[in-house]
């Protein structure tokens, strides 16, 4: 029991001596804080400074810088209902520059599908020095004011002459040059009295008063008149009011192959069953018209497919599929640039007055200049509809006199 009482108390004077030991060492502590033994020593702290930023690269907005290229832009639809033609002219834009091998030219294409007015000031602003394109005349009108503030030229693909002009060029194929082109073939051959067969619209309105200017310049005379509009019957109706003036030489039709090949039939039923038939160069779009048997014989106006068919075999080997008769434009609007940039210095404004070539440029469509009014005159033939082909029967001429 001795032992198991005495072991408490040794424990309990070791706890007191310990804490004696912790006490006496705080007191050190406090007297060696309250009481400097002398001087503190300096203390080499950093000058207080701003950091410095890390230099970021220069980043600009747009597409970068190119200094050994000139920027040329394409705006041409690339979604909604239009993007099989606005497709198939990039890829035609895109032939063209390897084709000819050109390491100067950068195009960059811009969908007009999302707003023609908002995709040339995204080209403006990028640095583009010249418009290929819109496709669509209502494009023209919203893009041309922008580009003409800028002074960047347009050379567009619309057809619509009323917007040409003040530095907007239509490389289009205008209606009313192959209305004067067939006209005056037929004139040649004997036909003297014309008729015509044209939709309600602008278009028929400007085929009309080509009709009518083209007759009298070749020395014939419009005998009928008669519109028709998209309503059932209504074609049928103009037909029968032009069989009062019936016979004629010749008729225009001014309206789609397939829609002829329609009125054709009831055109020979009532008073006309020999008379010439006429069109524009509007047939020269639709692969069906070989096909169309009441249309055999039919002459129309365009530019020639000579060198066209042997693009379009070009182009169903690269993309592998057939190109949109249309893309013809973007090929030869590529190289109607290239063949200027030899007075284009990099970086400089597109020399506009270049455009204004009475001697004329060369492409797939063949030959074609710029008139005053900003509209391309083009060198046409003359086809005839023969079944499974159409054969040129008035070759075009190979270029322009001075």
Same mark, same amino acid.
Request: glycine share 10%.
């Given at each position: 029991m001795a032992e198991a009482a005495g072991k408490p108390q040794r424990l309990v004077s070791l706890f007191r001596k310990m804490a004696l030991v912790v006490v006496g060492a705080t007191a050190l502590a406090g007297?060696?804080?309250?009481?400097?033994?002398? =001087?503190?020593? =300096?203390?080499?702290? =950093?000058? /207080?400074?701003?950091?410095?930023?890390?230099?970021?690269?220069?980043?600009?907005?747009?597409? =970068?810088? @190119?200094? /050994?290229?000139?920027?040329? $832009?394409? &705006? +041409?639809?690339?979604?909604?209902? %239009?993007?099989?033609?606005? &497709?198939?002219? /990039?890829?035609?834009?895109?032939? $063209?520059? #390897? @084709?000819?091998? %050109? @390491?100067?030219?950068?195009?960059?294409?811009?969908?007009?599908?999302?707003?023609?007015?908002n995709a040339a000031r995204r080209a403006i602003a990028d640095g583009n020095r010249l418009i290929l394109g819109p496709l669509l005349a209502d494009d023209v009108r919203a893009v041309a004011p922008i580009a003409h503030a800028a002074g960047v030229p347009l050379i567009s693909f619309s057809n619509d002459t009323g917007v040409a002009g003040n530095g907007?060029?239509? &490389?289009?194929?205008?209606?009313?040059?192959?209305?004067?082109? +067939?006209?005056?073939?037929?004139? @040649?051959?004997? &036909?003297?009295?014309?008729?015509?067969?044209?939709? %309600?619209?602008?278009?028929?309105?400007? /085929?009309?008063?080509? #009709?009518?200017? $083209? +007759?009298?310049?070749?020395?014939g005379q419009v005998v009928t008149l008669q519109t028709y509009d998209r309503a059932p019957g209504s074609i049928t109706a103009a037909i029968t009011r032009m069989a009062k003036n019936a016979p004629y030489d010749a008729v225009l039709i001014a309206d789609s192959a397939g829609t002829a090949a329609v009125a054709v039939p009831i055109i020979r039923k009532n008073g006309a069953p020999s008379t010439q038939v006429l069109g524009t160069d509007l047939w020269n779009t639709d692969s069906s018209i070989t096909g169309l048997a009441a249309l055999n014989g039919a002459w129309f106006a365009s530019v020639s497919d000579t060198l066209y068919r042997q693009y379009a075999v070009k182009y169903r080997a690269r993309f592998g599929t057939a190109p949109y008769r249309l893309s013809s434009l973007g090929y030869d609007a590529v190289l109607l640039t290239v063949r200027i940039m030899r007075d284009w210095p990099i970086g400089a404004p597109f020399p506009e007055g270049r455009l204004d070539d009475r001697g004329g440029f060369a492409g797939i469509d063949g030959a074609f200049r710029f008139g005053r009014d900003g509209v391309a005159e083009r060198a046409l033939e003359v086809q005839e509809v023969r079944p499974g082909a159409t054969s040129a029967v008035s070759p075009a001429p190979g270029g322009f006199g001075k």
């Open positions: 007297c060696q804080t309250v009481v400097p033994r002398g =001087p503190a020593p =300096p203390v080499n702290r =950093p000058v /207080a400074t701003r950091p410095v930023p890390t230099q970021q690269p220069r980043v600009d907005a747009g597409i =970068p810088q @190119d200094v /050994a290229r000139q920027r040329v $832009a394409l &705006l +041409v639809p690339l979604t909604g209902g %239009n993007a099989g033609v606005g &497709l198939s002219i /990039a890829n035609a834009t895109q032939m $063209a520059v #390897l @084709d000819t091998r %050109n @390491d100067r030219i950068r195009i960059t294409n811009y969908d007009t599908n999302m707003g023609a007015a907007t060029y239509l &490389l289009g194929h205008a209606p009313l040059q192959s209305i004067e082109r +067939v006209v005056n073939y037929a004139h @040649d051959r004997g &036909l003297n009295s014309f008729a015509g067969l044209v939709p %309600n619209g602008l278009y028929g309105e400007r /085929a009309s008063t080509a #009709l009518l200017r $083209a +007759v009298e310049s070749a020395g």
